[in-house]
């Protein structure tokens, strides 16, 4: 009988929003698949186990899905884990899922945190409907296409970025859909440094013209046209 594949959630920020199921889970499953060693021993050490860790990156993902696969059909269980919030949402394991359901491996979401939802409550916006439009390209042309295309999408939208390009996502949303555009900018959720910046997009600007820091952020548009 084949085991049980879990896509157990970690914190993204604070461990104490690690879940009571997700410390159960992550102790009873045979095997850790993670990102990188460095997380997944640091978890473990958390929760004082060992367990055996099995590497999961954009490197190796396609070679070791086939590998944990196999170990699931012999009847072991594991936990993929990112290295933050919820896997498989922008972390390896788009290969694994697919072919865990394809040979018949049960599947079982574990949820926990994630910045998305905390910073869309957060916000103030109409979040009814919103649309994601995740992570755009890191190449300011086609980021500025990207972004014209969403103007016509008469949502709350949300976009994630990585930390070091905030100043020129915020420039660029500026540009696009103009100084007046109110937005909702949340950094570092979860942690003592969570700060959120709400207002016009060229105010935000403004606001964290001195921050110095990398932070990890969701920006939040209204673009309801209200």
Not at 22 to 41: M, N
Not at 98 to 127: E, H, M, Q, R, T
Not at 182 to 193: F, G, M, Q
Request: proline residues 4%.
């Amino acid at each position: 009988m084949a085991g049980q594949l879990f896509i157990v959630s970690t914190p993204i920020g604070n461990w104490n929003d690690l879940t009571y199921r997700a410390r159960r889970t992550i102790s009873e499953v045979d095997f850790l698949v993670c990102e990188g060693y460095k997380f997944g021993k640091r978890i473990l050490k958390q929760l004082n186990l060992e367990k055996e860790l099995h590497l999961l990156n954009e490197h190796n993902e396609e070679e070791n899905s086939l590998y944990i696969i196999q170990e699931l059909l012999i009847g072991k269980s594991c936990a993929i884990i990112s290295d933050a919030g919820t896997p498989i949402f922008a972390d390896p394991g788009h290969h694994l899922i697919p072919l865990a359901i394809k040979n018949g491996i049960s599947i079982s979401p574990i949820p926990g945190v994630d910045s998305l939802i905390p910073s869309l409550v957060s916000s103030g916006f109409d979040i009814s409907r919103f649309y994601y439009a995740g992570w755009l390209s890191p190449k300011k042309d086609k980021r500025l296409d990207e972004l014209k295309k969403l103007t016509g999408i008469k949502k709350t939208l949300a976009i994630m970025e990585t930390p070091y390009r905030l100043k020129q996502l915020l420039d660029d949303v500026k540009k696009v859909f103009g100084e007046e555009k109110i937005i909702s900018l949340a950094c570092d959720v979860t942690t003592e440094k969570e700060m959120f910046y709400r207002g016009k997009v060229s105010d935000v600007l403004l606001d964290i013209e001195s921050l110095n820091e990398k932070c990890e952020f969701v920006l939040i548009i209204d673009n309801t046209n209200k």
